[in-house]
């Protein structure tokens, strides 16, 4: 199967710091990646849709200066979180789709730990 | 919008017996996919069973089924011969089956499951 990698697994940051996640697809193209957060013993929770070469898509309520989504090429998509406070802290989500299969399956990274202090 | 309700916060099963993991959804598409996605304490998302609406088929994967009634927007995952690897959060999601490629999931709020020796 396809596989989608994130950098960093987890990371701790200070109150008031800007954190860059990756999420890289390694052995397919793909043109559109998701970001999910996810809360303990929650749902994911869709923040928003990026495809390649152009502006991201976000969700209602998700601030887009805040969660700056960055898809510059068919491998990889940033989620940068500006200025972080504490409940900025979660588990973030990448996955990544292309052309592999007739209903565009999904293809999830592990996540990102982020912890605020 | 589609909506997916999973009505079962927590269930337990034990080893080698066979659980039902309930799901409606609601929905005005004709064309649409169903999963079940599964994740366990790593929280790496795992993709169990798709099912696609217009075949009236149930999805099978080995110990994994479904139950789709489709008139009643209902998709149950079965799960035999339980294992205490099947110990997880279990997600229903629905996919809008559209061509053009990165279709989003709408998940429901899971339930974790616990497999008891």
């Known amino acids: 199967g396809a596989v989608v990698s994130q950098h960093p697994s987890w990371v701790i940051c200070k109150s008031g710091t800007s954190v860059k996640i990756e999420c890289r697809s390694l052995d397919f193209q793909a043109t559109t990646m998701f970001w999910y957060r996810q809360f303990p013993k929650q749902s994911l929770m869709l923040m928003a849709t990026?495809?390649?070469?152009?502006?991201?898509?976000?969700e209602q309520g998700v601030e887009k200066d805040k969660f700056l989504i960055n898809h510059a090429s068919l491998t990889l998509s940033t989620l940068t979180v500006t200025s972080a406070h504490p409940e900025d802290s979660s588990f973030y989500i990448c996955?990544?789709?292309?052309?592999?299969?007739?209903?565009?399956?999904?293809?999830f990274g592990p996540g990102t730990r982020l912890t605020v202090l | 919008a589609q909506t997916v309700t999973q009505s079962q916060p927590e269930m337990s099963v034990q080893e080698a017996e066979t659980v039902t993991l309930s799901c409606t959804y609601d929905t005005s598409e004709s064309n649409y996919y169903l999963f079940w996605y599964k994740q366990p304490p790593s929280r790496q998302m795992i993709l169990v069973i798709r099912q696609e609406a217009y075949k009236q088929q149930n999805a099978t994967e080995n110990r994994f089924s479904v139950n789709f009634q489709k008139a009643a927007k209902s998709f149950s995952l079965k799960i035999s011969d339980s294992q205490l690897g099947d110990t997880a959060m279990y997600f229903c999601?629905?996919?809008?089956?559209?061509?053009?490629?990165?279709?989003?999931?709408?998940f429901g709020e899971g339930t974790q499951l616990t497999v008891n020796p």
């Open positions: 999601a629905f996919m809008k089956g559209e061509e053009t490629s990165g279709s989003r999931l709408t």
């Open positions: 996955s990544a789709t292309g052309h592999q299969s007739s209903y565009n399956e999904q293809f």
């Open positions: 990026s495809n390649e070469g152009s502006k991201a898509t976000y």
